[in-house]
Antibody, heavy 120, light 113 residues
Framework: QVHLVQSGTEMEKPGASVRISCKASGFTFSSYYIHWVRQAPGQGLEWMGIINLSGGGTNYAPKFQGRATLTRDTSTSTVYMDLRGLTSDDTAVYYC?????????????WGQGTLVTVSS | DTVMTQSPDSLAVSLGERATINCKSSQSLLYRSNNKNYLAWYQQKPGQPPKLLVYWASTRESGVPDRFSGSGSGTDFTLTISSLQAEDVAVYYCQQYYYTPRTFGQGTRVEIE
């Protein structure tokens, strides 16, 4: 079955960068796209961007363009999300999620989430 | 960005009764070439990631109980839980996946009355 397993909790200082990994299994990696979505404490869901696992092409929400970078390693079926210039507003749970329909669908499988806390 | 507005923000429904959540998009989500509405509904329980319930506005995801149904077209959509069960207590989100950035509604909290 499909699994997306994310890396563990991160605690960073303002101005730092963070890298979160998302290891996929149970499906043909290069046939799908992966979304990244975040959720601040007690708040709603915010879409950050999407990566094509075949060619590596990406599309970001304008808010994260230039600050977030999505990459993938096809040899390990792992997707990475790098976020730079962290502020306290970036404190959130970050999720990776698989797109159901070639980058044109909803997210059908989700990782367990990674909590990132930004604090001095 | 496409703004998704859900109503109400929260509702309390008795067990076995109907719950209705509305979602309005600031732009049409209907793609006329395939006659599909690019609208999904998710359920999120505390401490868990969201779970896909409905996509293409009215297609139930595999394994989702048939008491959950989606309807609507264009800019106005509805998620209905026909007979609320205790395990349905959660926050529900709509999401449009027609435009980038993809956007979510603010969420609707469903509780037992």
């Amino acid at each position: 079955q499909v699994h997306l397993v994310q890396s563990g909790t991160e605690m960073e200082k303002p101005g730092a960068s963070v890298r979160i990994s998302c290891k996929a299994s149970g499906f043909t990696f290069s046939s799908y796209y992966i979304h990244w979505v975040r959720q601040a404490p007690g708040q709603g869901l915010e879409w950050m961007g999407i990566i094509n696992l075949s060619g590596g092409g990406t599309n970001y929400a304008p808010k994260f363009q230039g600050r977030a970078t999505l990459t993938r390693d096809t040899s390990t079926s792992t997707v990475y999300m790098d976020l730079r210039g962290l502020t306290s507003d970036d404190t959130a749970v970050y999720y990776c999620a698989r797109d159901k329909d070639r980058g044109m669908g909803p997210a059908d499988y989700w990782g367990q989430g990674t909590l990132v806390t930004v604090s001095s | 960005d496409t703004v998704m507005t859900q109503s109400p923000d929260s509702l309390a429904v008795s067990l076995g009764e109907r719950a209705t959540i509305n979602c309005k998009s600031s732009q049409s989500l209907l793609y006329r070439s395939n006659n599909k509405n690019y609208l999904a509904w998710y359920q999120q329980k505390p401490g868990q990631p969201p779970k896909l319930l409905v996509y293409w506005a009215s297609t139930r995801e595999s394994g989702v109980p048939d008491r959950f149904s989606g309807s609507g077209s264009g800019t106005d959509f509805t998620l209905t839980i026909s007979s609320l069960q205790a395990e349905d207590v959660a926050v529900y989100y709509c999401q449009q996946y027609y435009y980038t950035p993809r956007t979510f509604g603010q969420g609707t909290r469903v509780e037992i009355e």
